[in-house]
Each structure stands twice: as C-alpha cells, then as structure tokens.
C-alpha cells in the first residue's frame, strides 16, 4: 500500500510547516561528532599550516604565515611525491577498471558456482591493507619470493630480482598489489551494473544484426555511465589517500621511489613536524577536490531524482 | 529416433560449452591471481621455519607444523592485540551504528531546513584525506589527555564509519514505504513507537550489513592506529606491522598472524555480503 505522490507531498509539506524540533534532535548526535572529529580538526589542521608546529621543539611553536607553503612549492620531494600520486592513481585505478570491467562480465554469465565464485573474489577488498603490504612483501622477496620463483621455473629470469629494493621496479610492483586490491571493488559495482540492463536491449540489438562489440560499445558502456563515473571518482578518491599499503610494503622507499603524497604526509607526520605535514596534507586535498566535486555533484543529482 | 535426439542435445551442449571455455580459462586465471596471496600465506604460516628460508622454494609444505601459530600466542601473546581490536572495533560499531541510525532515519523521513546542508555535510566527509585528519586529531588527544587510549581510535574511526553508515542506512530507509509507520500512526502509535516496532525489526538484516562493515573497518585499519596507540592497546594491524623490525623478519608467524586476522573478517563478510553490496551498489546504479 503506497501513499499516492500527492497525498506524500502533502504530508512532507506539513512536517515543513511546523518547525518539529525532532529531525534537528535526530541528527544532533552524528553532527556534534562530525564537528568535533573531522571540521574542528580540518581548521585546525589549516591553522597549523600557518604555524611552524614541530613537536620535537614544543617550546618554538609561533605563527610563520605562508612560510610552510613557500617550502613547500621549494621541495623537490613534495613535487616527485606529487608526480608519483599522479601515476599511483593514473595508472593504479586504470587498471584496476579495466580488470574489473573483465571479472564483472566473465562473472555476469551463468555458470556452476557462481554464487560461490562471486564472493570469494571479493576477498581482497576485504583484507587489511597491512596484510596486503605485507603479503606481497613476501611474495616480492628478493632471496626467498615466489614470484621470483615462478619467473625463474618459466625461464623468464636467470636470478633473483629484489623487485621492491631496487628503484626501477619498486613502484611497478607496489601500483600491481593496489591494482590487486582494487579489482573487486570495480567488478562489485560493474556486476550490479551489468544486472540492472534490460535483457530486450539485446534482444533488440540481436534482431538487428549486432556482433559482440556493437553490443558493447552501443548498449552496456551507455548503461554502466553512471556507474563507471561514480566508481571511479570513488576509488581515485581512496586510492591517492591510501598509505598502508604502500607503507608496509616499501615505507615510501627505495630512495622515495614509492613515496605518494598521502605517504609523504605519513612519514613526515611521524617526524612530529606537524606543521609542514598539514600544510601537504592540504595541498593535496586542494588537488583531490579537482575529483571530489564533480562526484558530490552526481550523488545530489541522483538523490533528487529518486525523490 | 530418441537416440539421435539425445545425440543432438549432447552435441549442443558441448558446443555451448566450447564456446563459453574462453571466459571460464580466463575467469580461473583472474581467480588465481586474486586468491593466490592467500594460498601462499597459508602455506607459508605452516611450513618449518627451515624449509622457508630453503633455496628452493616448495609449493605445499614438506611437513606440515603449526609451529608459527604456537608461537604467535605464546611468545608474543597476540590475543593481546587481538582482544583490543575486538573491544575497539566492537565499540565503534555500536557508537557510529546508533548515532548513524538517528541521523540516517531523520535525512529519510523528515523534510526540514538546512537538510540538504547537513547531508553534504556528511557527504563531504569522505573527500577528506585521512592524512589531513591524523595530524591535528594526533594534537588535539594529544592536548585532552586521550592519546593512547581506545577513545582515541574509537573517536577518529568515526570520522569516517559515521557518513558511511548514514548513507548505506539512508538508502535501506528509503526503500521502506513511508506508509509503514504512518498506518500505525493512524492507529494511534506514536513516532519512536512506529520506528521501534515496525521499522526497526524490517532494517534489522540492514543495520547487521552495515555494521558488519563498521567492524570490518575498524578491524582492518592502520593509519590511525599507528599513531594513536602504544604498547599496551595497539590493534592487531599494528602489531603485525611491528613484527618486521623486532627480529629481522619473521614470516611464519607473520603469515599465520595474517591468517588468525583474515578469518573473522571473512566469515562476517559472507553473512552480510548480499544485503551489503545491495546497499553499496544502490547509490551508484540508481544514479
């Protein structure tokens, strides 16, 4: 029994009309937390970018105006951490789509098990990302590593590679484990995708004579948009946020080789030189609004049209 | 005549099959990728400690030990850790579950000034860096007194359980008719009487979805937790980080810490899987 669109209107327009102070009570909890924990702290945070915050030297906390950002835009450091982030999530996410699109449609065909099969691929998404840095540390070892291993049985190397100790392959094998690590999370969105297009669009597509790629490109990439936009910008979001992963595998290291913003902020937070971590931290939330924005726009989007 | 027949459903059947073989091969190779970490941690937790650090590296172990695990509990007593995740993934649950539940039930049946701003509000929240947060979160319960304690972890685990929970119970919510409560309304029920008897026992597998999620977060998080605890109260990420270090590395019982952590994860997120990616993939395909 569904109230008709009218009859709810009017009931939401009287609830309006009448100041209830019950959905500000409802809410009051979650918003006095969420003022506390994330926007105090956020202007805090910019506060301390102004300051020359270290706690190593308590007694010489004083404001230094934009002086934490000149040294900033001056570091090489902030600048390679600003490139690798670029690529970390450029190629990292990339891929990550890409491989995911496949599992979701190789998991969109009926087969024996597919329940089955369906949630144990999920299982990296799962994991703690400390235990993926370290599993993959295992796996990347350069004297005892299967994967050194395995290359040498199919003869593709002579000896042993320390994939994660050596500049050129280090960030290579850390951008492979979060590509690891992202796969299911695109195919989970892409399969419930995949299931809410009409089977009549390829029946239609069928009597008309189209082959598999027709198919795809003109009836399954136009269904997923929505989809494939809203995943994306999401996994961006959390992927140039993410210091675990890299920081149990390599700590940012060999010789930064693998030292994304978020990482860099880490590390220098854990010198207690809070304030030039803060003024990076900014800086590279400045750079992940370019990505955050247009997402908030589609979720509002989304929300007043199923209202 | 029937044995033809039979001959031609068979003969379609292989056909079918022939034809789907492609995907199945390159579905089993994207599985072995996926699930082979966790075959050679496993693997690696139950081998002798001198058969790992062997030239030749073996694929299942010469003799199985569960030396690693004895080890793990004994020498470096990880139910200690073990327990502290519990009490504070336990604890954020239950706090991010009943404030989100609130906030979540109001976004969903009130229309109200300023809702629209409170919920970008909300929304925003997981645009944040968690780097941006950790540092002055770090300073501030470091000023009150807090650092160090499983309030520290609890309070900064929110900053991110609480908007997701709200969104993830919003939608369940929006998907219950409205004309649910407003017929026990009529009948005389008041609003909390209308919520606890007849919405709540409907969002029951829901919430248990999200929270399960809570948990899981909690449970697997490291960023905060490195930072925010010592000795005595740190979580399970954060003590099998601190066994590389200690004594060179120690992969046997590194692995089988991995494992002891990894199976409660699991098994919580088989139950709450449907009702979960249900929830998680609603925003996104409605869009």
Redesign the interface.
């Known amino acids: 029994m569904q109230l008709s669109r009218s009859q709810r209107l009017k009931g939401d327009e009287m609830r309006k009309n009448k100041i209830a102070p019950w959905p500000y009570l409802l809410i009051a909890p979650a918003l006095i937390t969420i003022l506390t924990v994330v926007f105090f702290p956020v202007l805090n945070a910019i506060f301390m970018s102004f300051q020359s915050y270290d706690l190593r030297r308590p007694s010489q906390i004083h404001f230094t105006g934009l002086a934490n950002y000149l040294s900033a835009v001056q570091d090489p450091l902030f600048w390679q951490a600003l490139l690798k982030t670029v690529i970390w999530v450029g190629v990292g996410v990339g891929l990550q789509f890409v491989f995911g699109f496949m599992l979701a449609l190789l998991l969109n065909r009926k087969f024996w098990g597919r329940g089955v099969v369906r949630s144990i691929s999920l299982i990296p998404w799962v994991t703690p990302g400390v235990l993926i840095g370290l599993m993959w540390r295992w796996i990347y070892d350069g004297n005892y590593g299967v994967l050194n291993d395995v290359l040498t049985r199919l003869g593709l190397i002579k000896s042993n590679i320390p994939f994660l100790a050596q500049q050129s392959t280090a960030f290579p094998m850390v951008i492979l484990t979060i590509v690891w690590q992202g796969i299911p999370f695109f195919a989970l969105m892409l399969l419930a995708g995949l299931q809410g297009i009409p089977e009549e669009l390829y029946d239609a597509a069928n009597v008309d004579g189209a082959n598999a790629f027709q198919r795809f490109f003109s009836i399954t990439v136009p269904s997923l948009r929505n989809t494939i936009f809203v995943t994306t910008l999401l996994r961006i979001i959390w992927v140039a946020n993410s210091v675990d992963v890299i920081f149990n595998l390599t700590e940012g290291g060999p010789a930064y080789a693998t030292q994304t913003l978020s990482v860099y902020v880490f590390n220098k937070g854990n010198t207690l030189n809070l304030g030039y971590a803060s003024t990076m931290a900014i800086l590279l939330a400045l750079s992940l609004a370019v990505v955050a924005v247009p997402y908030l726009k589609t979720l509002f989007k989304s929300q007043e049209e199923s209202e | 005549m029937a044995q033809t027949q039979r001959g031609a459903r068979r003969f379609r059947r292989t056909k079918r099959f022939l034809r ?1 073989l492609p ?2 091969i ?2 089993a190779a ?2 072995v ?3 082979f ?2 075959y ?2 496993f693997v ?1 937790s139950i081998k002798p400690q001198k058969e ?3 030239s030749t ?1 073996t694929y299942w172990p010469s003799a199985l030990t569960f030396a690693s695990y004895r080890k793990l509990f004994a020498e470096y007593n990880f139910i200690r850790p073990m327990l502290n995740s519990l009490l504070v993934a336990s604890l954020t649950t239950v706090v991010s579950l ?3 539940l ?2 979540a ?3 969903s049946r ?4 300023g ?2 701003l ?23 319960m470091r000023k009150i007194g807090i650092l160090y304690t499983p309030s520290a972890l609890i ?2 685990y ?2 991110f359980t ?2 997701f929970s ?1 969104w993830l119970l919003n939608g369940y919510l ?1 998907d219950l ?3 649910l409560e ?2 026990a309304m009529v009948d005389g029920a008041n ?1 909390a009487q209308a919520f606890m008897k007849i919405i709540l026992p409907m969002l029951i597998p829901c919430v248990v979805a999200t929270g399960a999620y809570v948990f ?1 977060t909690a ?5 905060f937790a490195v ?1 925010f605890t010592n000795e005595a109260n740190r979580t ?3 003590a ?2 601190n066994f ?1 270090g200690q004594l060179g590395v120690e ?1 046997g019982m ?2 089988a810490g ?1 494992i002891v ?2 199976v409660p ?2 098994i919580m ?2 139950f709450a ?1 449907r009702r979960l ?1 249900e929830g ?2 609603a ?5």
């Open positions: 789907a995907g199945h390159l579905l994207m599985l990728f996926l699930l970490p966790f050679w941690t690696t790992l650090y062997s590296v009943t404030v989100s609130l906030a039930y109001a976004f009130f229309r109200f000034k809702r629209k409170f919920m970008t509000m909300f929304l925003t929240n997981n645009m944040f860096p968690t780097v941006l947060l950790l540092i002055p979160l770090f300073a501030i309070l900064s929110t900053t609480i908007p709200i929006n008719p409205r004309s407003e017929a609003r899981m449970w697997n998080e490291y960023t930072m399970i990420p954060v099998l980080k590389i992969w590194l692995t991995g952590t990894i994860v699991c997120f088989f899987q990616v998680l993939t925003g996104a395909v409605k869009g």
